[in-house]
Each structure stands twice: as C-alpha cells, then as structure tokens.
C-alpha cells in the first residue's frame, strides 16, 4: 500500500517521543533556593546530624519548607533566599566543624521524577546562575615555605664553600639568620649567597661582630614567588573542577592574590567547596622510636621530633624529617582493600618519590613510617558565648586552621617503590576526595574561600528575557507561515518543530548539559533550520502535483527525492557544529551543543514524524487534492 507507514515505524516514534516528553517534564519546575551539609573528610550524616540542624532552624525559628537526608548528606530547601542566607549563617556559627556547609539550587520538580532518573538540564551562570567563590591566596604561607626551601639550600652552599655555621633558621617575623661560628668569614659567606643565591638580599652582615648574618628574600623573588604559587593554585583548581565533572566552568585571576571560581549548574555544591577551599596534602615521616613518647608528653621533645595525634587522639611522636610530601605523586586512585574490606587509596610516586622510598624503606625494614595528613582550612570565628563575631561590614570574620593527623603509621614489612596504598581512612568518600586532590596537583599555598554565593544571571534578568522571548517569537512565526502557506502540511510540520524542541530538552536533560545563552541562540538557529527540510519536501511534492502527478506519486516522490538534500545539507552543518565544538571555548561549545542536537533531532521530527502524519491524513486512500 502506497504512503503507508508500518507498525515498526511507529514503534520507533513511539520510543523516542513518548520518553523524550517525561524526561523534558523535569524542566517545567524551577529550582528552590537550598543549603546542602556534608560530613568534612567526606564522612556520612546520620539521624543524630540530621535531628541537630533541625533543632537549630527551628530554636531560631527559621522558615523552611522541607528537609531531606539521603546519601548526599542533608538538603534543605527554602521559600525565599532570604530564608536560605539566614539559615547559612547560623548553622555556619552554631554546628562543629565536621559539617560542610554549601548554598545551592535544589530542583523544585517531584521526587518520583528524580527516582525515574528525570532530572531537570544544567543552566548556565548567565541563564540559571550557579556557585560563584572567591578565594584569597595565602602569599605569606607561600613565602615561609620558600623561606624554608632556602635554609636548606643555604646549608648546602657554606658547607660547600667551606664556611662552618652554628645554626640556619628561619626568624617567625620573616627572614633567615645564619650564625656563622667566625666573624672573620662573613665577608667569604656574604660572597658566597650573593654568587648561588641571587634571590636573596643581604640584610645584616655581621657589622656588630655577633657573628649573624640576616637575609631575606629578593622584591623580585617575592614576586615572582607571589605570581608562580597563585598561577599554580589556578592550576590546580582548575583540574579539581575538572575532576569534579562541572559544565564550563570559570576559574580566573583576580588582583594579585585572588581567584575567582565559577561553577554554573553545580548540584552539589558541598564537595563543590569542600574540594576547593581544602589545601590537603600528605607527609610521609618515619616515627622516632629511640626517644621516649611519655617524656615528649610532658614536654621534653626532643630536637629534630614532634608529637603528632591519630585521628582518634593517640599521639604519636614522629621525626620532623620529611621524607617525600605530595609533591612527588603523579597518581591517585581510590578503591576498597579486597582483604580488609575497608577504603584505601593507591599512590604512584614520580622518580624521585620512588627512588627516596626505595631507600628509605630498604634501610628501616621493621620500623615505623606515618602518614601525616595536612589540611588547610577556614572557620568562622566565635566568641566565648559562640557568638559569631563580625567586621565593620557585618560579614562574620573567619580565622583559618591548620589540621594534621597521622592516618595510619604501619611497619614497613617490605622495600616499597613506586607504588603503594594507604590505609586508615574513615570513608569511601574521603578515599576518594583525597585521591582526587592528590591526583590534580597540590595547591602552592593555602587557599581561603573569603566569599560565597549563588549568583543570578550575569548578563540582566532583562537580557535573558530577551534570549528566551527571542525562542518564542521565532517559534510562533514559524509557526504561523507554514500554517498560512503550507495549510494542512504546515500544521503537521508544525507539530514536529514542537516536538523537536521538547527533545532537544530532553537530550539536555538526559545528557546533564549546561544550556547557556549562546546555547540558546543554537535553538533559535535550529528552530528555522527545523522546517528546511519539510520546505523542501513540499516544494518536491507541489512540484510534482503540477507535473501532473496523482497526490499520492506526489507525497511519495516528495519525500524519497527530497531526501538525500536533506540529508547532505544537515550532514555538512553538523560537522561546523562538530568542529565549533572541539575547538572553541565555553560560549562557543554551548552553541555547538544544541545546534548538533537539533540537527539530529530535526533530522528525525522532519522526516520520519511529518512522513507518519502525512500517511495518516492522506495514505492508503484516494485522493483528489493535497491541503498544500
């Protein structure tokens, strides 16, 4: 039968459209300003956490409209923003500091949705908004750690000089003092930091004859230091947010010590901050053994020592000497012991790392080597009442804390290369979190999240009306030509540029694609690129009716002549779309996204759906004239 269309067609319209719709439904909703808390270290929340911040929004009596705890920890959403901003501050001053505190959006759509897998699209800073930190580089943190590079670099070169010294250390007000054991040698050693040393300057020469010199850093190493340790933390940041899977994120230089992170359609913007803001990185140290723990308790340390604490208290004393620090992993990967069942995390060392721990671990077969775990982190400041205390803006001060915990400190059984695990750790969460900032590279000083927010549309509510007002206006007078022109055929090709849209939402909802506004614009292009392909099918079929041709020879030829057209004509734009999108940046990617999905969506709603609906009205019976 001529026109007909068979029951596997439909089936396959059918499969498309009909999951295209639900999954397309989830967008309709909005988003509901929302905080979202996590365990720090990435451990889990009970009921116990979850009854605490209940009692604390209700004792201030603050609004909200529903509470939830599942696995991602516990979201709360909220009527107004006002509401949300309000609750953040006083959970922030009144829970401890195992809660990670994050606004976000959370999706206002049902849950049944989301269990089905329906999850609403990403928006875009400039359509949705999103997670916006500022964050403060902490320089003075950056210049200790060269000041200490330094010393030992300073030792090196007066024992190779043959200059002898008492003592090198680095002063708590900044600079280096060398106590030389002669004074008549300072000229020699003076010659001697200028010749290997140029990045430091000379302060004190010994002129008081107490056998000191004092030096400092260089205003060209300063900055120089300053610029390298806030480059490299923009690095690092960058492949953290890289790590964490977030849609064309903005990270970028601002003033001399700050960076500015932008992560738009961000869900969970708890490991979002905690990820960022954490400075963590590892020490490996051999635990001294020759000296005794109770003694150093009661505060007899000896020199070169230090007494560290276990995660659960224990102290532990530890030589001050690090072996090899995070520097030296090139590779991080969480996992679960097969024996033990519990987290670990395996660690691939560079060159280096490998060849210090080969050594180190081949000369201490059956002693003791820690890990020490080192986190850099804010928190806000509070009175002795726990009264959060302010600046003269009224924003809460913060004072920033350094955590170090020996995670495990096992006996080397064995000589240890290049790769190895680490155990002792609380959570698969937190095997994994540490494995991520371990794999994406060290941050070169401590970072302080100074703001946070949820920010709305950065181009003006006014010109994202505008983008979306330019969908509709472009849709209706689509609309509203092929209905006059092409009569009862444009309605059908109608129906089909409305379903091509909802399945291009659908595609970006499925995909968790970031729509933003250059995004939108490839919608307003497919909208008219939508109905080429019926424009070029009807034209066929009128011309094949004023050949003299029967209708049904008309809607047949119409749209097998038509076809390889079609096709040839969206093939050659789709691959622009493809090239746009491997070489452009963010904007450029947006756009290249939904003009690729709308080519194949517009593909399918032209030519298969209009061909079905055609072979409904007019298929398989006689007819005199086409509506067309």
Do not use: C
Not at 76 to 84: G, L, Y
Not at 607 to 613: F, K, P, Q, S
């Amino acid at each position: 039968m001529r026109n007909h269309t068979p029951w596997w067609k439909w089936l396959i319209i059918a499969v498309v459209i009909v999951p295209g719709m639900f999954y397309a439904l989830p967008n309709l909703f909005g988003d509901d300003p929302g905080i979202q808390l996590r365990g720090s270290r990435g451990g889990s929340l009970g009921t116990s956490e979850f009854g605490q911040v209940q009692k604390v929004l209700d004792a201030a009596q603050v609004s909200y409209r529903s509470t939830v705890l599942d696995e991602q920890g516990i979201r709360i959403r909220f009527e107004t923003t006002d509401a949300q901003l309000q609750a953040r501050d006083l959970l922030e001053s009144q829970l401890p500091n195992s809660f990670t505190i994050a606004l976000t959006l959370l999706p206002a759509a049902p849950d049944w949705l989301s269990g089905l897998g329906a999850l609403p699209m990403y928006l875009g800073l400039d359509l949705r908004g999103g997670v916006h930190f500022l964050l403060e580089v902490d320089m003075e943190s950056a210049l200790r750690r060269a000041e200490d590079r330094y010393v030992a670099d300073l030792r090196s070169t007066l024992r190779e000089a043959k200059i002898r010294y008492k003592g090198i250390h680095r002063d708590p007000a900044g600079g280096i003092t060398i106590t030389l054991r002669e004074t008549n040698v300072a000229v020699d050693a003076v010659k001697a930091i200028k010749d290997e040393l140029p990045g430091l300057i000379i302060v004190e020469a010994g002129d008081n004859g107490d056998n000191a010199l004092r030096v400092r850093l260089a205003e060209d190493e300063i900055e120089e230091l300053s610029g390298f340790a806030l480059e490299q933390n923009i690095t690092a940041l960058r492949n953290r947010v890289d790590e964490l899977g977030v849609a064309e994120p903005v990270v970028q230089r601002q003033g001399d010590r700050r960076i500015v992170v932008q992560l738009p359609g961000v869900q969970d913007t708890a490991r979002a901050k905690r990820i960022l803001g954490r400075t963590a990185t590892l020490e490996m140290m051999m635990v001294d053994e020759e000296h005794s723990l109770d003694a150093a308790l009661g505060g007899k340390v000896p020199p070169g020592s230090k007494v560290f604490r276990f995660r659960d208290g224990q102290p532990i004393l530890l030589n001050k000497r690090v072996i090899y620090s995070g520097d030296n992993i090139v590779d991080a990967a969480a996992s679960i012991d097969t024996q033990s069942g519990g987290p670990i995390v395996s660690i691939t060392l560079d060159a280096i790392g490998a060849r210090i721990n080969q050594k180190v671990t081949g000369k201490n077969i059956g002693k003791r080597m820690a890990v020490l775990y080192i986190e850099s982190k804010s928190a806000i400041k509070t009175d002795a009442n726990g009264v959060t205390l302010k600046d003269a803006q009224g924003r809460a001060l913060r004072v920033r804390q350094r955590i170090e915990e020996v995670i495990t400190a096992p006996v080397i059984r064995d000589q240890l290369g290049k790769r190895f695990q680490i155990e002792g750790l609380d959570s698969v969460n937190e095997a994994r979190d540490l494995s991520l900032m371990l794999r994406a590279g060290s941050l070169a000083a401590p970072v302080e999240i100074i703001e946070e927010r949820t920010v709305g549309p950065s181009l003006g509510q006014a010109n994202i009306d505008q983008g979306f007002r330019s969908v509709i206006i472009g849709f209706v007078l689509v609309l509203v030509f092929m209905a006059i022109y092409y009569r009862v055929f444009g309605l059908f090709a109608n129906v089909a540029l409305a379903l091509n849209l909802i399945l291009i939402v659908a595609v970006l909802s499925l995909l968790q694609a970031t729509l933003t506004l250059p995004g939108v614009a490839g919608i307003v292009l497919t909208v008219g690129m939508a109905v080429d392909a019926n424009v070029l099918i009807f034209e066929r079929i009128r011309e094949e009716l004023h050949n003299g041709n029967t209708p049904q020879a008309s809607i047949h030829t119409g749209y097998e002549r038509a076809l390889s057209t079609i096709v040839d004509a969206n093939v050659t734009t789709l691959i622009a779309a493809i090239v746009l999108f491997n070489f452009g940046t963010g904007p450029i990617k947006g756009f290249a996204v939904t003009l690729s999905i709308g080519i194949l969506t517009s593909m399918f709603t032209a030519i298969v759906l209009t061909r079905a609906l055609v072979n409904v009205f007019f298929g398989g019976r006689r007819v005199k004239a086409l509506a067309i």
